[in-house]
């Protein structure tokens, strides 16, 4: 039996790129496979690489959790092209497991089907964080709140160790809450997580107050 994880790229009604199609058929630790034979055939791990189309995004979450009920063992890594924070949402409710902007270089994409089919709870290239928050619409010091906010930090202690009033801090958080349609504690650290913007460590902290 292969040890190669099976990798369904599910590229309707949007093409993937076909460099990134080609390169990821070639890959060892990969073998793409056709939807029947992922349904029918294959017992090792599998990760479905699907292009979101974002004009029609009700039909790529119907088509993910259509997948996602006839074969739960599969995990999802959507790719995209620009995601607001409430399109966030509805994938994850939907079953995605991880987003991953399309401009991601094929090894990084790799990277990530592997992580996925290791276990990974959840998934976004370091590499490509700034641009999926970006893509939610977050400023550069939004994420950087968002970040304290999901390591548990309060208000206050973010103002102190950002070196912002307490008020600004509020500012920001009300900002996130109207960009993401959410301020549910979980939900914001769930955020954090998809965008690949990892929880503040104490180490950083002193970093983080000189930006």
Same mark, same amino acid.
């Given at each position: ?20 199609? +080609? ?13 029947? +034979? ?39 890594? +959507? ?63 939004? +994420? ?68």
């Amino acid at each position: 039996m292969s040890d190669a994880v099976g990798v369904l790229i599910l590229d309707e009604p949007q093409d993937v790129s076909p460099t990134l199609r +080609a390169v990821l058929e070639h890959m060892p630790a990969l073998q793409t496979l056709s939807e029947t +034979a992922l349904d029918e055939t294959w017992t090792g791990p599998a990760v479905a690489v699907v292009a979101l189309d974002e004009a029609h995004l009700a039909a790529s979450l119907t088509r993910i959790a259509e997948l996602r009920e006839r074969l739960p063992r599969v995990r999802v890594l +959507a790719t995209f092209q620009a995601l607001a924070g409430s399109d966030l949402r509805l994938l994850l409710e939907a079953g995605v497991d991880a987003v991953m902007a399309r401009t991601a270089a094929p090894r990084e994409v790799q990277a990530a089907v592997l992580a996925l089919a290791e276990g990974a709870p959840c998934l976004v290239q370091p590499s490509e964080a700034s641009e999926a928050s970006d893509a939610v619409g977050l400023t550069p010091r939004e +994420a950087e709140v968002l970040r304290f906010l999901s390591a548990g930090f309060s208000n206050k202690e973010v103002a102190r160790r950002l070196a912002l009033s307490v008020r600004t801090v509020e500012t920001h958080r009300l900002n996130l809450r109207r960009k993401t349609q959410t301020g549910r504690l979980k939900d914001l650290v769930s955020l954090a997580r998809q965008l690949g913007l990892a929880p503040v460590l104490e180490g950083e902290v002193g970093r983080a107050a000189r930006h």
